[in-house]
């Protein structure tokens, strides 16, 4: 149980998905736009550009700026293993837990069509 103390920021995206699906349906498509096309007249008329920014770009930037801020930290908690090879095991296994979690959130995370 000890050890396991110091894995709670790779668990972070978790949580943190919930939170980012409940502000992404109610208020970030309604600050950056969804990543549909414009449609003009005539009907057959496509503005191919679409939103230069919206909340598909957002999403795609928000969870590997997850996965970074983990790594920084998980990097800040592993100052306190003393054990150099624990130290090395412990950072492998934070990042690829942080990472791999950041990314299932970012492949779960309904992008605008």
């Given at each position: 149980?000890k ?22 349906v ?6 950056f736009?969804?990543g ?9 008329n ?7 920014f ?12 997850v996965?970074?801020a983990l790594?920084i930290v ?5 100052r306190?293993i ?6 090395a095991?412990?950072?492998k296994?934070?990042?690829i ?13 309904p992008?605008?069509r």
């Amino acid at each position: 149980m000890k050890k396991l103390r110091y894995y709670w920021p790779c668990l972070l995206p978790i949580p943190l998905y919930f939170l980012y699906y409940i502000a992404n349906v109610t208020f970030l498509v309604g600050i950056f736009g969804c990543g549909c096309l414009k449609y003009r007249e005539p009907p057959n008329n496509v503005n191919m550009l679409g939103n230069q920014f919206n909340a598909n770009d957002f999403t795609l930037l928000f969870w590997p700026l997850v996965a970074l801020a983990l790594v920084i930290v998980s990097l800040v908690v592993s100052r306190k293993i003393e054990d150099r090879e624990k130290k090395a095991v412990y950072l492998k296994r934070s990042v690829i837990i942080a990472v791999g979690l950041s990314c299932l959130c970012l492949l779960a995370t309904p992008m605008w069509r």
